[in-house]
C-alpha cells in the first residue's frame, strides 16, 4: 500500500531564512508527488508537482521541491520565508504503475509551518 | 475560471440526524472527488467520480453515507444518520484527469465544516 510520511508536525522559521518542508513517500512504482497548501478555513491548494523528468520542480510563490528516489524523498523549499507563507502544507503521492481507476492520492498528515518576524 | 463551489460552509447537527453536502465543479473537470478531512489529519479519500461513475468508493461507509453525481457535474454526499465522528470539514475536489492520465492537479473547493453534537 502507498503512504506518505511527514515527520515534523510544525516547522518554524524566521522570515528571510531558507525553509524546508519534509517528506517521503512509498509506491510499489514510480510516484507521481504534489504538495498542496492549505490556509485556514479554506481548502488545499496545488503547488506543485513531479511526474517525471528534472529532479527540481518549481512552483507556486517561490516554492521548489526536489526529487530524490534513492532517499524516496520530495521535500518542499523556499530560500526566503515570508510571513504570509504560515500554513499547513501537505504532501501527496499516487503510484504511476497503476491503472487510472486504481491510483488514488494519498496525502500525508500535513506539516504546520510557522514564519515569524 | 470559477473554482470548485461547495455548500453549505458550516453545519452543525445533532447525532442520528441526517446532512447533505453539495459541489459543483470546475467546468469541463471529469474526475471529482470528496474528502473527509478530520483536525489533524491529512484529508481522506471517501470517493471518486469519473464522469457520473464511481471508480473508488473502498473508504466511503457505505451503511451511512451515499453519493451521487448524476449528470456528471454537480455531486450531493448525505450522511444518514451522523455519529459524533463524523464531526470533521467535508472537502470536494476536481480534476481534469481522464482515467488513462491521473497525473492533474486537484482543485479543491472550501469545503463543509461539519460538526455533530
Known amino acids: 500500500a502507498q503512504s506518505v510520511a511527514q515527520p515534523e508536525d510544525q516547522v518554524n522559521v524566521a522570515e528571510g531564512n531558507p525553509l524546508t518542508v519534509k517528506c517521503t513517500y512509498s509506491v510499489s512504482g514510480n510516484p507521481y508527488l504534489f504538495w498542496y497548501v492549505q490556509y485556514p478555513n479554506r481548502g488545499l491548494q496545488f503547488l506543485l508537482k513531479?511526474?517525471?523528468?528534472?529532479?527540481l520542480v518549481k512552483g507556486s510563490y517561490g516554492f521548489e521541491a526536489e526529487f530524490n528516489k534513492s532517499q524516496t524523498s520530495f521535500h518542499l523549499k523556499k530560500p526566503s520565508a515570508l510571513v504570509s507563507d504560515s500554513a499547513l502544507y501537505f504532501c501527496a503521492v499516487r503510484d504511476s504503475r497503476l491503472p487510472g481507476t486504481a491510483s488514488k492520492l494519498t496525502f500525508g498528515t500535513g506539516t504546520r509551518l510557522q514564519v515569524t518576524l | 475560471e470559477a473554482g470548485v463551489a461547495q455548500s453549505p460552509r458550516y453545519k452543525i447537527i445533532e447525532k442520528r440526524q441526517s446532512v447533505a453536502f453539495w459541489c459543483n465543479p470546475i467546468s469541463g473537470h471529469a474526475t471529482l472527488y470528496w474528502y473527509q478531512q478530520i483536525l489533524g489529519q491529512g484529508p481522506k479519500l471517501l470517493i471518486q467520480?469519473?464522469?457520473?461513475?464511481?471508480?473508488?468508493d473502498s473508504q466511503l461507509p457505505k451503511d451511512r453515507f451515499s453519493a451521487e453525481r448524476l449528470k456528471g457535474v454537480d455531486s450531493t454526499l448525505k450522511i444518514q444518520p451522523a455519529k459524533l465522528e463524523d464531526s470533521a470539514v467535508y472537502l470536494c475536489?476536481?480534476?481534469?484527469?481522464?482515467?488513462?492520465?491521473?497525473?492533474?492537479?486537484?482543485?479543491f473547493g472550501n469545503g463543509t465544516r461539519l460538526t455533530v453534537t
Open positions: 475536489a476536481s480534476s481534469f484527469d481522464r482515467v488513462h492520465s491521473y497525473n492533474s492537479p486537484l482543485h
Open positions: 467520480f469519473q464522469n457520473n461513475g464511481v471508480v473508488d
Open positions: 513531479y511526474i517525471t523528468g528534472d529532479n
